[in-house]
């Protein structure tokens, strides 16, 4: 029987604040445990939180950008719950009238474009982080320098019908965060956080089946690996004609499999109520058009550009726009350099990978725009042959001289007078009568091995195209 | 709406009472009058008014962006029954 997957997900986003949602506390990741506390995000009593206008502005960009309708009357309330990270013993977030709903995002899964519906973006704060880890084996210990700071939380429609899709979701959505400015988005650092709801019904079917709900994935992959690994399980369940039962799982990164959750654990009554401390916030329409007009340019219009104004495939396009630092960097080469293809192969190959060695992010790089296109002309004219370029390249990350200097100091223009690469050309054919003898009986692919010896010979200097020429003369007339 | 001893225990677990049998019993009672009111404000009509989330009629009051000084950890865990060293200690809440 064939099998219809059903997703929704629900992304938190830690928004780049200085200070927390409700009191002046610093947002710094990474600070020593409970520095970054005061009465109000411990709550003690007769304390009293203020919204940090920030916070809210970031909210409705957000919500804009994905196409959300903004509510005009906005409060917070109290959801009530006891867990030992939750100094309060309630959480403020907001209930039944969210700040926006009905939005929407578009992936694009190969050549096709979905619209996934955004049904809610919400402003809340963050709970405190329990370690389970310590001297003593009977007892967790709690920071709540994570409490108070502010999450936005973004919940979209069961409209994904693929861990695949899924995934194209959590990276547009990330690009989005990223191109606005609002959240590092790392995944790592707990500043992007996303609990998954899936379920199956058979092809054809308009009713939902019963959803579980995944949580614990600390990465774009491991929600997709999750996801993967719940469809078969939830197939398997329904083939041998067991039921499905509504329930929350782990997900088990070592083991690679979802874990049942102790049912106590998610027997919720939230008793939500208006949190009276908070006054409500009322924006005016000028206030949210202002934010409108000034959204930036977003990954979707951006891959679009890319695409008519440079001549760029949808991979290529959606490689470059997903960071917008990497972006940004192509655009800035673009302007002084034209073979637009070939950059952008520069940058997401050579560069790219160089990137991923040293484990440094694009907004960190030391490289200007400029020298790396002064690199791509030097190996364009032929001056050097682009193995030697990606070295050249890596030297330039490394010490942050420019390519001339770089081929100047370690002398390595190509070589491309032809009687010194015929010397070597000539060596070769000499030493290697089996390969010659091999190309001249058809054997083309044999030619590869004697255009290697000569690069050896040459210490990778050699013009590899003259090589070739050279090396198909020199044996025709030998 | 009537409410049994059950719901009654419900809620009282969700606040995390423990309440003695004779407790339950005077409880109930002043929860049924307690709704029982409530049904009696059910009959207003309140068609034609707002839902009250806030009594004051003040709105959108901010804070811009800033950081202030936090407390000393010394007397953020001064109130704690329980710590260690820079934590508040809590009984192990994972299996």
């Known amino acids: 029987m064939s099998y219809e997957t059903v997703i929704g997900l629900e992304v938190h986003t830690q928004l780049n604040t200085k200070s927390k949602i409700f009191c002046g ?19 003690l009593p007769g304390v009293l939180p203020v919204l940090n206008h920030k916070t809210l502005k970031h909210a409705v960009k957000t919500a804009l950008a994905l196409n959300c309708s903004i509510e005009s009357f906005i409060k917070f309330d109290r959801k009530n719950y006891f867990y030992p990270d939750l100094p309060k ?102 500043s992007l956080r996303c609990d998954a709801n899936i379920s199956i019904r058979k092809k054809g079917d308009t009713k939902l089946g019963t959803k579980t709900e995944l949580k614990n994935m600390n990465s774009f992959k491991g929600v997709k690996a ?19 039962m509504q329930q929350t799982l782990l997900w088990d990164e070592k083991k690679q499999k979802t874990v049942s959750m102790r049912t106590k654990e998610e027997a919720h009554d939230y008793r939500y109520f208006p949190e009276p401390d908070l006054v409500p916030f009322v924006l005016k329409q000028e ?48 302007k002084t350099y034209k073979q637009y293809k ?38 364009d004219e032929g001056k050097i042959n682009n193995l030697t370029a990606k070295t050249v390249l890596t030297d330039m990350i490394h010490t942050g001289k420019s390519a001339d200097t770089i081929i100047k100091e370690k002398n390595l223009a190509q070589i491309s007078d032809s009687s010194a690469l015929e010397e070597i050309t000539d ?3 000499k030493d290697n009568p089996k390969p010659v003898g091999d190309y001249k009986n058809g054997k083309e692919n044999a030619i590869m091995f004697l255009m290697g010896q000569v690069m050896k010979q040459s210490k990778g200097k050699a013009n590899p195209k003259m090589v070739i020429e050279i090396l198909k003369e020199r044996i025709k007339n030998a | 709406m009537s409410i049994s001893r059950e719901d009654v225990k419900y809620t009282a677990n969700l606040a995390r009472l423990e309440l003695k049998d004779k407790e339950l019993d005077i409880l109930s009672k002043h929860l049924q009058d307690i709704l029982d009111f409530i049904d009696k404000l059910k009959s207003v009509d309140i068609k034609e008014v707002a839902p009250t989330s806030h009594v ?40």
């Open chain 1, 25 to 43: 506390c610093s947002t710094e990741f990474g600070a020593s445990a409970n520095t970054q506390v005061c009465p109000v995000c411990l709550g």
């Open chain 2, 56 to 95: 004051l009629p003040i709105k959108n009051v901010y804070r811009e962006d800033e950081v202030s000084r936090s407390l000393k950890t010394s007397d953020a865990l001064k109130n704690a029954p329980s710590k260690d060293e820079r934590f508040f200690k809590v009984p192990k809440v994972i299996e």
């Open chain 1, 287 to 334: 206030e949210i058009d202002t934010i409108k007009n000034n959204l930036p340019e977003l990954p979707e219009a951006r891959l679009s550009r890319f695409m008519s104004e440079f001549k760029l495939s949808v991979y290529d396009g959606n490689i470059l726009i997903s960071d917008k630092y990497l972006a940004d960097f192509f655009e800035e080469c673009a």
């Open chain 1, 427 to 429: 060596n070769v054919i």
């Open chain 1, 342 to 379: 070939n950059l952008s192969n520069w940058i997401q190959g050579a560069l790219s990978s160089e990137l991923n060695n040293r484990k440094i992010q694009v907004k960190d790089l030391k490289l200007a725009p400029l020298e790396l296109t002064k690199l791509l002309k030097i190996a």
């Open chain 1, 89 to 190: 013993n309630f959480q403020i977030s907001q209930y039944d009238r969210p700040l926006s709903y009905k939005g929407h995002l578009t992936i694009k899964d190969k050549d096709k474009t979905k619209k996934i519906g955004i049904t809610r973006v919400h402003l809340e704060e963050d709970a405190g982080k329990l370690i389970h880890e310590g001297d003593d084996a009977a007892s967790s210990y709690v920071d709540f320098n994570r409490t108070g700071i502010p999450l936005l939380e973004i919940v979209s429609e069961p409209d994904m019908r693929s861990p695949g899709q899924a995934y194209l979701y959590l990276t547009t959505l990330k690009a989005i965060l990223k191109y606005l400015d609002v959240s590092d988005c790392d995944m790592e650092k707990g």
């Open chain 1, 226 to 244: 999750a996801l993967e690994f719940e469809v078969k399980r939830q197939i398997k369940l329904k083939e041998k004609g067991e039921k499905i």
